[in-house]
Structures are given as C-alpha cells and as structure tokens.
DNA sequence: TTGAAAGCGGTACCAT
DNA sequence: ATGGTACCGCTTTCAA
C-alpha cells in the first residue's frame, strides 16, 4: 500500500519528507542518501517511512547542482535505427543500468558537423561520460574542434570514449578489425576463392580502413587478389549502389565480394538479385559484424562477428575508468562461415583448411 | 577561433560570465537565456562575447531547479536492438532534437516488473515527458501500480505517452493494427488464399489482439478461414517457435501464416526453411511493420508497412501537446504484397482484385 | 533596463 | 549522531 500520495501540484521534497519525518533536511538526506550510515537506526525509519508515505522521489538535478556531478550518460550514435548502432546501444544502456547511470541518446546522421554540434549541446547535460560511437572519418575537417571540445570536456572532469578508432587520443574500444578481416580473406582463399572485390566505406574512416587492410592482407597470405575496390557510404544503399557499380562494370571474374560491414552486404546481395544474379552462386558476398538478421538471409551472410552488445558495455567501463584488464583488450571478432561463401570444390587446393 | 579556454577544472559559470562581462548575474541571464529580450544590446554583446570566450555552457540541472522543469523526454522501450523499436526510438529522438530536449532511453526487456521500476527512477529526472514504447498486456498485475504511478505523474506536470494501444488512458499513438490487418487479409483472400495460421502474441498484448481480429475480420470477409492460433513471444524467436510448432503439428492444408509482426515473421520464415520447406512456395508468410529488412529476405516479405519512425514523432508530439489534428488521427498503414505471399492462379476463385 | 537577493531541491561542512 | 546553514548554478521577483 505505497500511497501515491503526493498528487498535489509537485512531487514531494526532500524538506516535506523531513518536516513529516520530524527530522532535520541534514538527517532526511542523510537516511536517503548519504553514503556512509551514520543515522540513528529509529530516526531513519521514520524517514524512509516519510518518504515512503509521500512517494518521494530524490530530483536528480537537484542533487547534480549540489554535488557538482551527474548520474548521466551520453550516447552519441551515427543513426538509431541502424542495426549495428542500435545494438552498441543496447550493450551501453545495459551497463549503465547496473550503474544506476541514466543514458542520453543523440543521433549525427553521419554528418560530422551535427557531430560537433551535438557534442557541444551535450555539455550543457554535465554528462559523466561521452560516448562516440559514430564512425569518424580520420581526415574531417571538424576533428581539431571537436578534440578541443572533448579535451575542454575531460578537463571539466569529464570522461570521453570512443568507439571505433580514431586518429584522435581518447580511450578507445577497438575491435579486431584487421585480425578478423585478415582471418576471413584467409578462410575464403582456403575455400578456393581466388579473385575478389571489396566495397568499403570512404577512405579515411578507420573502421572501414582497417578491414579493408586486414582484408588484404589475409588474401596475400591466401593466394587471392583484390582486383577492385568501391567506396561507399557505410549504409545499406551504400552497399547497394557499390555492387551496381562492379556488376556495371563488369564483375569479369570477381568471385567474391566483400564488404566492410553487413548492413552494406546487405544491400549489396540485394544488388546482385536486383541485377538477376543469384548471390552465393553467381558471385559469392561477405560483410563483417554478424548483426542478427543476416543469419536469416538467402544465403546466409558469412561474416565476421562482432559482439556489438559487448562493445557498447566495454565503453561505458572503459569511460567509466572501471576496466579490467580484458575490457582493454581489443574485443575478438571470429569468422562465421555461411552459405554465402560456398566451398569451390573446382578450384585446384581446395583442400582442407583448419579453422583454428 | 572560439577558444576552448576553461580548461581549468569546472565548467565556466554564469557568474564566471558575468564577472567578465561586467555585468549582474541577472543580466547575464537574461541575455543568454531569457526568452522576452529586455537587454541593452551593449551590454547584451558584452555578454555574449564574455560567453564565448569562457566557452560557456548552461548547466541544464541548474536550469531545470531554477525552472523547476526540465527539458527532458524519458523513453522506455522493451529492447533497444529490435528493429520495431530502434525505428521507434529514431523518430522520438529526431521529434526531440527539433524541439531541443534530450532523450533519455531505457529498456524494459518486456518485463512489466522492470518497466514498472524503470517509470519509478524515471521520476528522479522530472521528465516533461514520458514516453511507454513497450509493448504491453491488458491483464498485467502491475497495470493498477504503473497507472497510479503514472497518474501522480501527471498530477506533478509530466506529460505520459503510449505508444501501441493499452486499456489504460492516457495518450495514445494509434495505429490502424485493425484496419491493416484486416486489408491484408482481403488481399490475400484476393490472391486465392483461403487456409490460414497465425502466430501472434500473448492474448491480452493489445498490439497482437488488434491486428488478429482485423485479420480475423478480413479472412471472413474474404472467405478464408483461420485455422490455428499460437500464441509466442513478439519476438524473432517467439515466431521461430511458433512456425516450428504449426509445423510439427501438421501444416496440413494451411497455405498461409500470418505473423503479428516482421520480426516474428523472420523467425517463422526461418523455422519453415529450417523444416526444409521453402517460405512462398511451400507455405506462404506475410508479417506487420514492414521493417527494412524484410524486404531483403528471400522471398521479400509480405506485410503491412507502419510508419515507425512517425510513430515515435508522433508520440512526442502527442505527450508535448502540441500534435495537430493529423497527429491525433490513428496512424495509416498500408498493405505491401511481396513475394512471400504469391498470388494462387490455381485456386477457383483467383479472379483479378483490385489493390485499392 | 538593471542589479540585489530570494529561492529551486539538495548536499555537506561545522558546531553542538 | 544531529541540526543549522552555507552553497551548488541558475532564474526571477522586486526595487531602484
């Protein structure tokens, strides 16, 4: 029988509760939410009861001004809707929820300059830690104000991590984007595959950089050739609108297509039956990420996944300053082989490769 | 060359501001912030240069005790990576963003116990509004304890919004489940399905019940008839059990099944490849939401295209107050046939039907 | 118009 | 341990 009770005008205040409770403001906020206990044990009770009876509710910006420091997390994401962000997200609300920590949510639209904007709005919430999840390109011309923005921020006592690398010196989760896109190139080639073609995002954006190097360097060390690489944006249509274009230009022996995440594989399967060719068989495809619906694809996507839940953890931890040792590791990726990438039999060292 | 200069250990303050500009407190408040601009215009400069060069930002918790209001919008959702409500939550937080207030998210994980204590901590934030995105249940226990909770809300000044339809009254963005569902089942009756599943969720899920009495209503309009009913979670897994089951049991005459939603039609899809049956040819499927990526699936899934992220625009504008007469109408959706349901040219009565 | 000062809801120091 | 009180950063009334 909590009595909703306080259906005023206002909800109740920490003085209602003490004047009802017969305690000092000192005592009420102490029994609370005072750290340390040090309140008579009858007096506390009274206040709890107090509280209890008026459905107090402690105001959060209240206590911020008074403590100079807020419970707020702030999520800055390139699109909501994206599965890949909208994932990162997940795994950080999820976190800040055991921390009791609120989090604030902003989408750049991929645009570095409402990046830049949003960042400096963001300050005005005194947020305890920044989170840049929006994929950044190394060379924008906002870089050296925004790293102004997130130095002043840090000075104020502010904790930043970003999400994917950048060029800029922050705390950084980073992904083992070269390791698994190398590992993959490497399995493919085991798979007999011998020419192949990426569509990445533009140069410059780290994420897509490193893959794509990865990438590379596993076919080397595979046997296999890179014989065309398109730039995109980093969405589906982008995705899309590479694999029009290698199929425009002919795909001439490209047997395999990657690219550099799955939203944009996904959009380029679509491509290859939009352009009457069947993916897997006509030109096989991977992407990078393993968001949950390309399992669900015909063929299914092989990938490269990424436990994007545990990123979105591990940058709030590390912001936080509550890393382990593992949380500094760059987070493991792991080859997922589909049906997207069928085996070559025809071709000539087919043979067995370990997946280790 | 807006220097980033309080880089000494706190934020500048107003009165950092005012101090520097030579000014009063009140002053310097009202040039920054006061809405009726009653400022000598030198002084006013002085302020804003003096801002700028301390690189000043307002502390919004200060603001909002001062106020005594907020600028924030609270938004529960059950699971932050389902498509249905990352597309939700993009139209809340772009509706915000016009409207300069902060989104604050949290994930129920469609837990009615968790959502009730998430509304409970939300109050700390004193949000102006507060947005119920998760999907719930008619006959839930806590139903009387989230009302009260959210009526003593109210009666403090907070503005509530529900997203899909509950028994409980407040305000509502209403989507025409009814209305689509039913128009869909006049296609398909029209494309010469006549045997039908479904799989929806939980009885008493609002969302699930409209959209199954609309298909209801259509199947007999049309004459088709609804031969089983399961009920599952209203997730992808949720539909993968559900399709399993029907399956397991026998499909037997059943030509089509109908998902409550996309994302348990992608789970039903999948479950009838994995019987080994194809989706389309061997029994067809046709969800709700047209979510993006249904349309990628092979065959690309018949559904029912809700507006989500005007959805979720919508809901803001709704709890804000200021919805037009359009945003109170319930929200129009639209039949999108795909090949998931193709058309039955051997049924008797496979005449042509008009798609209006 | 401007500035002094009284709050807003809390916290935390300092005597008692 | 408890209560009085200064103070957090900002808004807003009230006089001047």
Redesign the pocket.
Known sequence: MAGAHSTQG?????????REA??????????????TR???E???QRVLTAAAKLN????L????????TTTTVALLVADIADPIFSQIAAGVVREADRERLVVTVAATDRDPERELELVRTMRGQRPRVLILAASRREDDPHNTALEAELRAYEANGGRVAFVSATDLDFRTVRVDNRIGAEALARELTGLGYRRFAAITGDDGIRTADERLAGFRAGLEAGGGTLERVVRQDFTRDGGYEGMRRLIEQGLDGIELVFAANDVMAVGAMSAVRDAGLTPGADVAVAGFDDVPIVRELTPPLTTVRTPLEEVGRRALRLALGDATEEDEAPVRTEVVLRASTPGRASTRDAEQVPTA
């Open positions: 206002a909800p109740a205040t920490l003085h209602d509760v003490a017969g305690v000092s403001l000192a005592t009420a906020s102490r029994s609370l939410n005072g750290s040090k309140v008579n009858e007096y506390r107090y509710s402690p105001n910006s209240a206590q911020a001004v008074a403590r100079g």
